[in-house]
């Protein structure tokens, strides 16, 4: 059985962040679950938000029970891929001498998208016990990449011009029809080379017979995230806060995912005040313009938060089929901050069965 996926997305400043870690807290409490938390921001907010040191293989998190956390560093994980691909130490010197790895290393240090859907499958076939797994993505629209990238990596380690490079790189018998072809065909692409100047196709293509078992690996687990993302039991759950432009932040979020083929379990608004607050304060607002003058702005600033927040709520209901209404967390910058977070985190839990 695959564990249970939960991807949380938002803008920049919606506390998506420490919603996420907070969520996975409360998630760990409960009897029977071993939970990860997997932070593919580029940023790394979620070390911030829990208050530890992570780092691209997962560790437990000190005083949360059955909670592991991790952030991505793609340059550490493809070298990790490489080493669990390539048993033979020449051949993995010969690897990190290749120009192109060098280069490929790089680009998917930028292109964390990539990389995440890939390393989501990884965690998950390490640690078998696995109940559920809390991502936190990045912010906006650039987390709809992560969830739509694994079919362009998919199209891509599965084109032609990738299987031809291995076809061109693998070795043959002496004598063979294809070694004879492959033989004929390294030598005239090495003297083109030599004449250019260059051997960028050599090295491209032994790159490819070096990193096949990688590539195919990697595609395996690519293939698997997508299943998962799109599996009955994921929560996609968009994140936005008490602003101006909250409703228009979980708007584009949730059309994006449909036009991608995914639905958002939820819309949270989140940092809200309580249910009931500006019936509660209105009738005190002319007391207090009357007898304290510095008072007013401070009424007046909430009142209007709460009508921002009424708005707000109103025009996410219709979003998706559940709205969760979050309050502003307490306690976060003290000594009990996993406590604290554990409770926000609890709220969403029992807003989302």
């Known amino acids: 059985m695959s ?36 932070g593919i921001d580029p940023s790394h907010r979620l070390k911030d938000a829990l208050g530890v040191a992570l780092h691209d293989v997962d560790a437990p998190v000190p005083s949360a029970g059955a909670l592991r956390a991790a952030v991505l560093h793609p340059e550490e994980g493809v070298r990790r891929w490489a080493t669990e691909a390539c048993s033979d130490p020449a051949k993995l010197a ?19 998208d990539i990389f995440a859907a890939a390393r989501v499958a990884e965690w998950v076939e390490h640690d078998p016990a ?12 650039n987390a709809i990449e992560f969830l739509t990238r694994p079919e362009r990596v998919a199209a891509f380690l599965g084109g032609r011009l990738v299987e031809w490079l291995r076809w061109f790189a693998r070795e043959e018998p002496t004598g063979s029809a294809a070694g004879f072809l492959r033989g004929g065909a390294r030598r005239v692409l090495g003297s083109l080379s030599r004449i250019g100047g260059s051997r960028m196709l050599v090295d491209l293509a032994d790159l490819f017979s070096l990193v096949d078992e990688m590539f195919a690996r990697m595609l395996v687990r690519v293939q698997a995230t997508q299943r998962w993302l799109r599996d009955a039991s994921t929560q996609l759950v968009v994140v936005t806060s008490v602003r101006y432009d909250g409703a228009q932040m979980a708007s584009s979020l949730v059309l994006a995912l449909s036009s991608a083929g995914l639905t958002a379990r939820a819309v949270v608004v989140n940092r809200a005040l309580p249910v009931g607050f500006a019936e509660h304060v209105a009738p005190f607002e002319s007391e207090a313009i009357a007898n304290d003058a510095t008072a007013s702005p401070v009424i007046r600033y909430a009142l209007a938060y709460a009508a921002i927040q009424a708005r707000l709520v109103g ?17 976060l910058d003290g000594d009990a901050r996993l406590e604290a977070l554990t409770s926000i985190g609890e709220l969403l839990r029992v807003g989302l069965d």
């Open 3 to 38: 564990p249970r996926l939960h991807v949380l997305l938002g803008a920049g400043g919606v506390g998506k962040t420490t919603l996420a870690a907070g969520y996975a807290l409360a998630l760990a409490r409960v009897p029977g679950r071993r939970v990860g938390l997997l």
């Open 94 to 112: 010969r690897l990190y001498a290749n120009p192109f790895f060098a280069a490929l290393a790089d680009r998917l240090a930028t292109a964390t």
């Open 130 to 141: 696995l109940t559920d797994l809390v991502i936190d993505t990045a912010p906006g629209l």
């Open 315 to 331: 025009a996410v209901h219709d979003l998706t089929s559940k709205t969760i209404v979050l309050p502003v967390a307490r306690g």
